[in-house]
């Protein structure tokens, strides 16, 4: 799973509303992103790393070699 929603706005001081609006999406869609209901766009993926300022990297960090095979 992608850290995402609450691990992001948390220390970005960004709110989910704020972060759903940068990529274009409702806050519904940014929390099924969130919890991993809905899947995300490696476009919005990249989207999200530039208004984060971070590398796309960053949502994977701490992931196994394993899980990066099941994702």
């Known amino acids: 799973m992608l850290l995402l ?3 992001c706005g948390g220390w970005t001081g960004l709110t989910q509303t704020m ?3 940068a ?3 409702s806050f519904q869609q940014f929390q099924k992103y969130e ?3 809905n899947r995300i766009s490696a ?3 990249y989207q999200l ?3 984060l300022d971070v590398p ?3 949502f994977f ?3 196994s070699r394993r899980d990066k095979k099941r994702g």
């Open 43 to 45: 476009g919005a993926l």
């Open 5 to 7: 929603g609450c691990a």
């Open 35 to 37: 919890w991993a209901i």
């Open 61 to 63: 960090d701490g992931l």
């Open 19 to 21: 972060l759903a609006d």
């Open 56 to 58: 796309v990297q960053y």
């Open 49 to 51: 790393a530039l208004t």
């Open 23 to 25: 990529l274009g999406i």
